[in-house]
């Protein structure tokens, strides 16, 4: 997603700053009748989670539907103590562990596969096409195999081994397909001009292709940790005996029949808000400053 | 290709490049999809041991069984419907953004708005539908309010129709991201001239806008069907067990240790699935359209 946004400055800017004919004067029917369609479909994509969200700050004498039993923060206090809902403390520091080990392989790998794809070799279509099958190969299918892969080679199945290797097998595909669309923006010509200045390789990847994709490694780096923070076929028969965060929630979902799952909603809204929040504002500190050393 | 390198040379480059990539995806990918193959042929004990052996009793059975064809009946027949939603709300979604929204930066906040959600946990937004679509939910609730109905309706949740729902609310972000980004990159001064050319707006949709996005399509395709098909959880709790899909039978099996007919039911649906991929592929080059 932030890809496309990352590029947007890129992209949209020459196209739009030129109306074309539809929007220009008087709005033709067609914005309206799409613009009621754009409004509804976003009324559905939040108005359920905006009601979890709510749910959630119940009193005691909450259930899962509207009305509303008064207000307090009981189900997050219960969330946090109670046996019953499971380890959710645990779960939550290994998902998170799990996340960032997830994020750093994945932009590292993605971003070298990236660079290795700018260029066509023999035997890339191979790589290309193994890579696409990753990404559409059924989770719970390729979680099972890795689970009996493990199983076969006497090797334990542990959120740190096998999950994070599942997880890989999906961040990765997803990462480098960004990787590609960024890439396609960077012109060719900035290599050839830090090799007529003297640039070594390695000097040409850190001094100016790293800089200038700086934002869209960013959004490499968060889609690797919501697609791991999320992830739940792949993680299923791989993670051992010790639950990831979308495991707990899974097996709460089978379990658990009080506004504690909705707290549990809110909870992990607010931690995917920080991490955006915080990936965003690398972004436009990252934008600052290299528009100062461009003035400077 | 503008290579000043000797070919060998841009070769061994190019796999250095893509070596560690190599390196996750051959024990992750590769050989796990070979294990699920083996056991696929594999006999077993009924207890969850497996005999390394050769028998094709698994596919004989997987495909003598009756049931194989309703849970293929009932997995396209959800990501059919899935795919038809999300298709014709992600492309006005993008056609909208791209070409109605006249401010630049007003469009990309509405495109930002869109991806928020995406951020929060898949099976928290499928749970959400519960207080809406529940028997006791605001959807019921208003309806009895007004006296449209009676009574309420129950096939609101735990039902076909809400396993559909959840996987239009779940899945419609990956058609929008690429065809926004395909109709992002369609030369405006084209649609300029077709209008000049006398070309009526639905000319424009049928011969440029739809033909140029035809990449985005494409992939949002791949992405929505692959997981669709690929998916479980979604069908499980949203009909309250009601329906199947191949998935979720696979886990049913699964999870009573029948692994060899799960592995071959395993290995059925991968063979649709990438012989789906590949339909997909032929019609447009997706590596050349994104890295172009």
């Known amino acids: ?296 | 290709m503008q290579s000043s390198q000797p070919p060998s040379r841009a070769n061994l480059a190019g796999w250095l490049y893509v070596s560690p990539l190599v390196l996750v995806l051959v024990p992750f990918f590769v050989a796990p999809i070979l294990v699920v193959l083996a056991a696929s042929f594999f006999a077993t004990d009924g207890f969850g041991g497996l005999t390394p052996g050769f028998t094709l009793s698994n596919y004989i059975e997987v495909l003598h069984s009756a049931l194989t064809l309703k849970l293929y009946l009932a997995t396209i027949k959800f990501t059919v419907l899935t795919w038809i939603f999300t298709l014709i709300i992600g492309f006005f979604v993008a056609y909208f953004l791209v070409f109605h929204v006249r401010n630049q930066l007003l469009a990309i906040g509405l495109f930002l708005l869109c991806t928020v959600p995406f951020w929060t946990s898949n099976i928290i937004r499928m749970i959400s539908w519960i207080p809406l679509l529940g028997k006791e939910g605001l959807i019921n609730q208003a309806l009895l309010a007004t006296g449209a109905i009676h009574q309420p309706l129950e096939v609101l949740l735990f039902s076909d129709l809400a396993v559909v729902i959840a996987y239009v609310h779940q899945l419609t972000i990956f058609m929008i991201v690429p065809i926004f980004n395909a109709m992002a990159r369609i030369d405006k001064k084209l649609v300029e001239a077709a209008i000049d050319a006398g070309a009526s707006r639905f000319d424009i949709m049928r011969l440029i806008v739809v033909p140029m996005s035809k990449s985005g399509i494409a992939l949002g395709t791949i992405f929505v069907v692959s997981i669709v098909m690929g998916d479980f959880f979604v069908v499980k709790v949203m009909s309250g067990g009601g329906s199947a899909s191949v998935v979720s039978a696979f886990y049913e099996d699964v999870g009573v240790l029948q692994y060899p007919t799960a592995a071959a039911s395993a290995v059925l649906l991968t063979l649709v699935l990438v012989a789906i991929v590949s339909l997909i592929l032929r019609t447009v080059d997706i590596r050349q359209e994104i890295t172009r």
């Open chain 1, 1 to 296: 997603m932030s890809a496309v946004l990352a590029d947007m400055q890129g992209v949209v800017a020459p196209a739009t700053t030129k109306a074309i004919a539809p929007s220009r004067g008087e709005r033709p029917w067609t914005f309206y009748v799409l613009a009621g369609l754009f409004a509804l479909y976003v009324l559905a994509l939040y108005g359920p989670m905006i009601c979890i969200y709510i749910l959630s700050f119940q009193d005691i004498r909450g259930g899962l539907v509207f009305p509303m039993k008064g207000h307090s923060m009981h189900w997050f206090v219960d969330l946090f103590t109670q046996v019953r809902t499971g380890d959710v403390k645990g779960s939550f520091d290994r998902s998170i562990k799990l996340a960032v080990i997830v994020t750093i392989i994945t932009v590292v790998i993605s971003f070298l596969a990236g660079l290795g794809f700018r260029r066509r070799f023999a035997g890339d279509a191979v790589v290309f096409y193994m890579m696409i099958g990753s990404l559409v190969a059924p989770g719970l299918v390729l979680g099972l195999g890795t689970g009996l892969l493990f199983q076969a080679l006497g090797l334990n199945a542990s959120w740190y081994t096998s999950a994070l290797g599942a997880q890989l097998s999906w961040t990765l595909p997803f990462g480098v397909l960004v990787m590609f669309a960024v890439m396609s923006r960077y012109n060719r010509a900035w290599d050839e001009a830090a090799y007529d200045l003297g640039a070594s390789r390695w000097q040409t990847i850190w001094l100016v292709i790293v800089p200038v994709l700086a934002p869209g490694i960013v959004a490499v780096a968060l889609f690797g940790f919501t697609l791991s923070y999320d992830e739940f076929a792949r993680s299923l028969q791989t993670a051992g005996s010790l639950n990831t965060l979308p495991l707990e929630i899974w097996s709460m979902t089978l379990n658990v029949t009080s506004p504690s799952l909705y707290a549990l909603g809110t909870v992990t809204t607010i931690i995917s808000f920080i991490v955006i929040g915080a990936s965003l504002g690398t972004i436009v500190l990252i934008q600052k400053k290299r528009g100062r050393g461009a003035k400077g």
